[in-house]
């Protein structure tokens, strides 16, 4: 479409408009979030967009990741998510099956082909890295995040705003879903596998169900897998639908026997695992307990399920289909007996009730409308990073705004979005307040080069003294220091250093009250005829606070935030929170953290 | 949820937003009414149409994409134009979103749903703005909260609020009080809100001061009845100081630049702006069909600049 009759041309200006056409941008993440900023950035009509994830599409998705059907089950998200897009698209669009960690598929230098990087992920471990490319490359990066009803996205610009390093995070428990669908190892992964695969299959399943026709693919046993997978899932459901009780016994049979014997053919999933023993021989009979706080024996576990699989059979004509409620006794007895008795399978610790109730209470489940809020607003941040809104000025750094939600989110009744403008990078930041520069190093000059001539090229460039600590970043192995110097005679691929490895230089002298700013290298390829070129930075003196004073300041700058994902400190707090009643003391930021803590928080996409 | 019946009139790209977050939901039964042709600017902010389909009805494209969503949902497709429909046509369902319309039509859409008492949500683009409105008419919400120290009063909470009821209960699992809290939502109509709402009294000067152009700009825009196929900034900025004057808003705080984008993009579709607007109606949605929090009441409007997005009772 060219700018003269294109509605974003009109809204962006014809200049702004063709800048977007010629940018190349990255999304990492095919999911939740990145499905619906993928459909955003091609209608916006980005000249290119690279698109990575690693993973491939599960049953679970299919209610809020909208570009995927159940046609689509164990394809590769990123690129089944181009071709559902590309219907609409003049964008060059580009698929990658990959982890974005992996610096062979993904050296540091291929980030920088980008103009921005918008991040659509759902753990923190690839955040954290991205965040560092990011840094490394002073290549402006959109992060972003849901969790149920909560959001937020956050424009980071390197050197000019807070990095997702700034603040601390708590880690969201999120778990892959073959550890919840295949391979088990702790309590919570069952009671995930209960109330989020098996209930939501048999009762609630708002997710597609197969299309006839289009299995997507060619291959004759993978359409025989799916339509297998699919009849199966098909007479379970019929079976809750028909009312016929004396069907719960072959769901049991199908779940805890038929299912398990399938992952035991497997066996590449048991060679360093304990294998699971499948549910034979199972009775069922008049035992029952009561007692929500005691562990319940496997005999009263089975009948309990059985009871509670009736119970809702029988409710099911009625009502369509049951949500799972933690409050609503016949689901909760079905999800916590169903979970005990895949943890008896897989030789896990049992719960009681009582603690199944707390912990399937706390399991977040994915929301499909907050992942369209926070992708739209993403999108729209990235406009006025890129300087491609008409008629404002350049933005400062800190005059962008992150957003977000806040009546979802209870923070606010009469804000639906909050957006405080982006604060300064925390100095004591451990990721962004250092120095950063890129070695280009040839292949060849690992075998030729010792470590010891790396070093003294580094201390000499950027005026280290001689008292330096030199690691290895990608696996935290001290590489040499003032008293370990045994490493410093072998070639550096002697030591293991290679692309992609990033080197950490500190200065370790003491009673002085300035220090050489600690520096990060990261190793990039060149030319043979090159071979080793350090990069033109400057390394500043820093002023060595005292360590006391040091630690004060530190818990001041870094607030803890325990909210999960979303940050909710360092921001304008909606000055009216304090006068509303109602909604001020309905989940407050502390609140809510009170209660992430006190129970586990699962976070699912 | 999956016994409502609702109605989305029109599939520009808000209708397009808000079909797929109920699809995907799982409502009962969902009604589209749109009687366009995909035109190629549709492609950039719809994504159940494609570039092959322009030139054809724009339900016609649409509804294989949106039935391979969710094929539990019921999905009726009609394309006549809404305004040709008898008032009983709309008697039908449970819930009516109105998308991309005129004031004149919205009006007229809102006599229809308080005759029939139907909750409506209206929601539009404006470019890089958006706004959505709600009238519920009346709408009695429950939220459940810690107890205080001091039990919630029944009072009236702001001009269209009132908690009506506080029960008490004991959470065994925590051993705490909470408490279910009723709050009892009036809504004005879609003309009262227009020509008599007024932020005087509800917001500090520093929000008055603060508050983003979008505001008194997307209700200048309302005020044409039936749009304007060019809207002269000049005559926009008349429009939008006599809301800034209604509101109680400083009308100095009008900016030129704000004038001209929306003069520029009234009634424009951008996709980014469709996504937020759109996933905060459906939310909303989703959310009284369930009967559950406290509902949007009962206009928000989105700055696609800043980010900002209030909620007002006007």
């Excluded at chain 1, 700058?557 to 509303?580: H, M, Q």
């Excluded at chain 2, 609702?6 to 009414?33: D, Q």
Aim: charged share 25%.
């Amino acid at each position: 479409m060219n700018s003269a009759n294109s509605i974003n041309g009109r809204i962006l200006g014809a200049e702004n408009y063709q800048k977007l056409r010629n940018s190349r941008i990255l999304l990492i993440g095919a999911g939740g979030i990145g499905c619906e900023l993928l459909k955003n950035l091609v209608l916006m009509g980005f000249g290119e967009i690279d698109i990575v994830d690693l993973d491939t599409i599960d049953l679970s998705n299919l209610n809020r990741q909208f570009l995927f059907r159940q046609r689509d089950i164990k394809q590769s998200k990123s690129t089944t998510a181009v071709k559902a897009i590309e219907h609409v698209s003049n964008s060059k669009l580009t698929a990658h099956t990959g982890n974005i960690m992996d610096v062979e598929t993904f050296p540091l230098s291929w980030f920088d082909r980008f103009s921005i990087i918008f991040n659509a992920l759902d753990n923190l471990e690839a955040r954290r890295y991205v965040n560092q490319m990011a840094q490394f490359l002073h290549k402006p990066l959109l992060e972003s995040g849901t969790a149920g009803f909560d959001g937020y996205i956050q424009p980071i610009i390197p050197g000019s705003t807070e990095c997702f390093d700034c603040t601390t995070k708590e880690t969201p428990k999120t778990f892959p879903v073959c550890t919840i669908r295949s391979t088990p190892s702790q309590p919570i992964h069952c009671i995930v596998w209960a109330k989020n695969f098996l209930f939501a299959q048999l009762f609630a399943s708002s997710a597609s169900t197969v299309g006839e026709s289009d299995l997507g693919t060619e291959n004759p046993e993978e359409i025989k897998r799916i339509q297998q997978e699919t009849n199966e899932l098909h007479e379970l459901q019929e079976y809750v639908k028909s009312g016929d009780e004396s069907k719960i016994t072959d769901i049991i049979r199908k779940v805890f026997v038929q299912d398990i014997e399938k992952l035991l053919a497997i066996e590449e999933l048991w060679k360093t695992r304990e294998k699971p023993v499948p549910l034979y021989d199972v009775e069922i009979n008049d035992t029952i307990n009561t007692d929500m706080s005691v562990i319940w024996s496997l005999q009263e576990q089975v009948n309990a399920f059985v009871l509670a699989s009736k119970r809702l059979m029988r409710r099911m004509p009625g009502e369509g289909s049951i949500e799972f409620d933690k409050d609503d006794a016949d689901t909760l007895e079905f999800v916590s007996t169903a979970a005990n008795i895949r943890a008896h399978i897989f030789k896990l610790p049992q719960k009681s009730l009582f603690d199944i109730k707390q912990i399937a209470g706390n399991i977040i489940p994915a929301i499909a409308t907050t992942n369209a809020i926070i992708s739209g607003l993403s999108a729209l941040a990235s406009l006025r990073v890129l300087n491609l809104i008409r008629n404002q000025p350049e933005a400062k750094p800190t005059e962008l705004n992150m957003a977000f939600t806040s009546k979802a989110s209870n923070i606010s009744s009469n804000r639906y979005i909050s957006s405080p403008q982006l604060a300064s990078p925390n100095p004591k930041c451990p990721v962004c307040s250092i120095a950063r520069g890129v070695i280009h190093i040839s292949s060849k000059t690992f075998e030729t080069a010792k470590l010891s001539d790396l070093v003294d090229k580094i201390r000499d460039k950027y005026g280290f003294e001689d008292e330096v600590s030199v690691l290895d970043k990608s696996t935290q192995r001290l590489l040499a220091d003032y008293d370990f110097k045994d490493l410093l005679d072998k070639s550096l691929s002697e030591v293991n250093l290679k692309h992609g490895v990033i080197l950490s230089i500190s200065d370790e002298r003491c009673d002085v009250e300035e220090l050489r700013c600690t520096t990060e290298f990261y190793l990039d390829d060149c030319e043979e005829k090159i071979g080793l070129r350090l990069p033109d930075i400057k390394v500043p003196l820093v002023k060595v606070a005292e360590p006391k004073k040091e630690d004060e300041d530190l818990d001041d700058a870094v607030e803890t935030t325990t909210s999960g994902d979303i940050i909710l400190d360092a921001v304008d707090v909606d000055e009216n929170v304090k006068k509303r009643p109602l909604e001020d003391a309905s989940f407050p930021p502390s609140k809510r953290i009170a209660e992430a803590d006190e129970g586990i928080t699962v976070i699912l996409d | 949820m999956r016994s409502a019946k609702v109605l989305v009139v029109n599939l520009g790209a808000l209708g397009t937003e808000i079909t797929k977050c109920l699809v995907l939901s799982g409502v009962g039964s969902l009604s589209l009414i749109d009687s366009h042709d995909v035109d190629s600017q549709d492609l950039e902010s719809q994504f159940f149409v494609g570039k092959t389909d322009v030139g054809s009805k724009r339900l016609d494209a649409a509804a294989p994409r949106i039935q391979d969503m969710n094929p539990r949902v019921e999905l009726y497709f009609d394309k006549d134009d809404f305004r040709d429909k008898p008032d009983s046509y709309f008697q039908q369902f449970n819930l009516i979103v109105a998308t991309d319309l005129h004031s004149a039509d919205i009006m007229k859409l809102n006599a229809i749903s308080r005759r029939f008492n139907l909750p409506l949500f209206v929601a539009g683009l404006n470019g890089l703005s958006g706004y959505i409105f709600v009238d519920l008419i009346q709408f009695d919400a429950t939220d459940e909260k810690l107890k205080s120290s001091v039990a919630t009063p029944l009072k009236q909470v702001s001009q269209n609020r009132e908690v009506i009821e506080v029960i008490e209960f004991l959470n065994e699992e925590q051993n705490k009080v909470y408490e279910k809290i009723v709050t009892r939502n009036i809504y004005s109509p879609f003309e009262k809100m227009l020509q008599e709402g007024t932020l005087k009294g509800k917001l500090t000067r520093r929000q008055l001061k603060r508050l983003t152009n979008a505001v008194p700009l997307t209700l200048a825009l309302l005020t044409y009845a039936d749009g304007a196929a060019v809207i002269s900034p000049p005559e926009l900025r008349e429009k939008a100081a006599e809301k800034c004057s209604q509101l109680g808003l400083p009308s100095e705080n009008l900016q030129e630049t704000y004038i001209e984008q929306f003069a520029e993009q009234a009634g424009l579709e951008f996709a980014p702006v469709a996504a937020v607007v759109g996933g905060a109606v459906a939310q909303d949605v989703i959310n009284i069909l369930g009967k559950k929090q406290s509902p949007l009441n009962n206009f928000i409007v989105l700055d696609g600049i800043t980010l900002d997005m209030h909620i007002f009772e006007l």
